[in-house]
Structure formats: structure tokens, C-alpha cells
């Protein structure tokens, strides 16, 4: 067995360890699935839907059904693969949409090539050891035309800075937050789900050992599997968090106040890219 391959599969085995281990809690303590961040998302498909049909989608990655949930009340059929069937059990599947779930690796489970509208990968690709091949299967996937949707992965840039400070120093508690998000999280993973540390940092091998996703090599990555247009999408600034739940100020201003702070953050893209804890992309076929 090559070392690429046995990679690939080490990584796929820690996976299933330790989402196996959070999928009883994970609808709970991810904050994607808070409800000002599922409307963000729903806001997403909802523009993609205008200009492309929303009938047949690939969630790659599934998990417990995150974007299912959101595009179940949309689709016609929906086909979801993940590797963790702990997961896959925790999806909730009513509803009038043909849901069918794989228990599978979603860079080599065959799939019907030219079928589906749009596939979707969210806070998923951070945990491929190799992205190559899921960006090739769900091009092979999409009908022509179709669109790739992936959000929520570690932004590299954001992660570049955060690791050249000195953990020593004496910073405000939204820095500290975040330094220790780089450097404790695999610590509390243990503590609180038993899973060993080395296991979850190979579970998130693009975000730990890689230090998150670039957009200029994702790009190229996308491009040479033949994606023609690539937009990315840079979401939640270091911050932002902090802003939203100051309860000294009435909900309605804060919120207000996140969001004049996150356009003003866009509108300085590319040079606040690095503010930003997550990339994403909108990738078309």
C-alpha cells in the first residue's frame, strides 16, 4: 500500500472515530447549526436557486444532516455520503424529499456522473487528508452547468496570523479565544469525548497538519478538474462572536452592528482575508 493511500485511509479511521463519538451531541454543540447561521446559509442556496435548478443535490460530507435539513424543503431527491454511519443515523429523513444516505468515502463512492444540480460539502473538507478526490468525483457528479458548494472550512490565512503570536503575551480575550482554539482544542476533545488527541488531529488533516485551506491552492485544485467559475466566500471574523453576545447591548444594535462589521470586512477583501475564521467557495461546472 502506497503512503498516500494508507494516509487517506488513517485519516478516514480517525474520522469515524471521533465523529462516532460526538454524534449523539454533535446537533448541539457545533454553532452552525444555531439558527442566525443556518438562516446565513439558507440565504446561500436560496441565490444559487435562482439561477440553477436545486432538484437532484450531493452532500458530501452529510454528517448528521446539516445541510439536508436545508435543502430537503427544496430537492427532489437528495443523496448524502459520510464515512461515520453514527452520523447518518442522527438524519432526520421525513419530509416529501427522496433522501438516500451512503456510508461511504465520498472521494471514491461511484455516484451517477451528469446527475446532480448541486453537491454540497459544509465544514467537511477540512477533514480529507486528500480533497483532490472528492473534487473530482463530484465533478464527474454534476450536470453541466451545476454547482459545487462548500462552507465553514478553515481559513489559512486567518490561522497564519493566529500562529505567529506568542502565546505568553498578555492579549485581549478575543485573541486568547482563538489561540487556544489553535492550540487547546485537541485537549478538550479528549477531555470531553475520550478521543485521543492524536486522533483528532488527524480527523481535521487539513486544518491541523496543513493549517487550514488557501485560497489560491484551492483554486488551482478546482480549475484542474475542470470547474470553469470559483468564488469564494470568507465568513466570521475574529470577533464577531464577541460583538453578537455582548449582553450589554440590545440584540437588535449588536446584531446591526456584526453586520455593518462584517460588510465594511468584505468590501476590504483580499487584504482582510486573514481577519476571517472560515473560507468557502461556490464553484461552477
Not at 98 to 124: K, M, Q, R, W
Not at 154 to 181: G, S, T
Not at 256 to 271: C, R
Request: proline share 4%.
Amino acid at each position: 500500500m502506497s503512503n498516500k493511500k494508507q494516509n487517506i485511509e488513517e485519516a478516514i479511521k480517525a474520522n469515524i472515530a471521533v465523529h462516532s463519538a460526538m454524534a449523539n451531541d454533535y446537533n448541539t454543540i457545533e454553532p452552525h447549526f444555531r439558527p442566525e447561521s443556518i438562516a446565513r446559509v439558507e440565504q446561500i442556496i436560496d441565490t444559487i436557486g435562482i439561477n440553477h435548478p436545486l432538484d437532484h443535490v450531493l452532500d458530501l460530507g452529510c454528517g448528521t444532516g446539516f445541510m439536508i435539513n436545508i435543502l430537503k424543503k427544496k430537492a427532489k431527491k437528495i443523496t448524502g455520503i459520510d464515512v461515520t454511519q453514527a452520523m447518518l443515523d442522527k438524519v432526520d429523513k421525513t419530509g416529501n424529499c427522496e433522501i438516500t444516505l451512503i456510508n461511504g468515502d465520498t472521494g471514491t463512492t461511484p455516484v451517477p456522473n451528469a446527475y446532480f444540480d448541486i453537491a454540497t460539502a459544509y465544514t467537511f473538507l477540512d477533514h480529507l487528508y486528500d480533497m483532490n478526490p472528492t473534487f473530482v468525483n463530484c465533478f464527474n457528479a454534476l450536470k453541466e452547468g451545476g454547482v459545487f458548494y462548500a462552507d465553514l472550512s478553515p481559513n489559512a490565512y486567518f490561522w497564519d496570523e493566529i500562529k505567529k503570536l506568542d502565546p505568553a503575551k498578555n492579549y485581549d480575550p478575543i485573541i486568547v479565544r482563538e489561540i487556544l482554539a489553535v492550540t487547546k482544542k485537541d485537549e478538550e476533545i479528549e477531555q470531553q469525548f475520550g478521543v485521543k488527541k492524536e486522533i483528532f488531529v488527524q480527523a481535521e488533516f487539513q486544518k491541523h497538519v496543513e493549517g487550514g485551506l488557501r485560497e489560491e491552492k484551492v483554486r488551482k485544485q478546482l480549475l484542474q478538474v475542470g470547474f470553469k467559475k470559483i468564488e469564494f466566500i470568507y465568513h466570521w471574523y475574529i470577533g464577531q462572536a464577541q460583538l453578537i453576545n455582548d449582553e450589554d447591548t440590545d440584540k437588535s444594535v449588536r446584531r446591526k452592528q456584526a453586520q455593518v462589521m462584517h460588510d465594511y470586512l468584505q468590501k476590504s477583501l483580499p487584504i482582510s482575508r486573514h481577519l476571517f475564521k472560515y473560507i468557502g467557495f461556490i464553484a461552477t461546472k
